[in-house]
């Protein structure tokens, strides 16, 4: 018999990541803010916050998880949209 493999399957849903763009130009800017203002943690993500998920779920630690969509959202799909 040849060996079974196992592949785990994960989306990561990140919500707003600060990427250096400036928002502050935009014509939705203060869309935007109004956003980041309902977000429980009142901010956007730092790179390394998304990037830090990803690298775990590469780790033998998160082999159990499997099928997942995982919201890096600061809170607000808890809140509702």
């Known amino acids: 018999m ?3 493999w ?3 399957e994960y989306c990561v849903a ?3 990541v600060n990427t250096g763009v400036k928002v ?3 014509d939705h800017s203060n ?3 109004r956003l980041i203002g309902r977000t ?3 901010r956007v993500a730092q790179p390394n916050e ?3 998920l990803v690298t775990f779920l590469c780790l033998p630690a998160a082999s159990y998880i499997n099928g997942q969509v995982v919201s890096v ?3 607000f799909s808890v809140c509702g949209f």
């Open 2 to 4: 040849g060996k079974r």
């Open 73 to 75: 959202d600061g809170g």
């Open 14 to 16: 990140p919500w707003a």
């Open 31 to 33: 869309d935007f803010r």
């Open 6 to 8: 196992h592949s785990n």
């Open 24 to 26: 502050e130009n935009d």
């Open 40 to 42: 429980p943690i009142r």
């Open 50 to 52: 998304v990037s830090s």
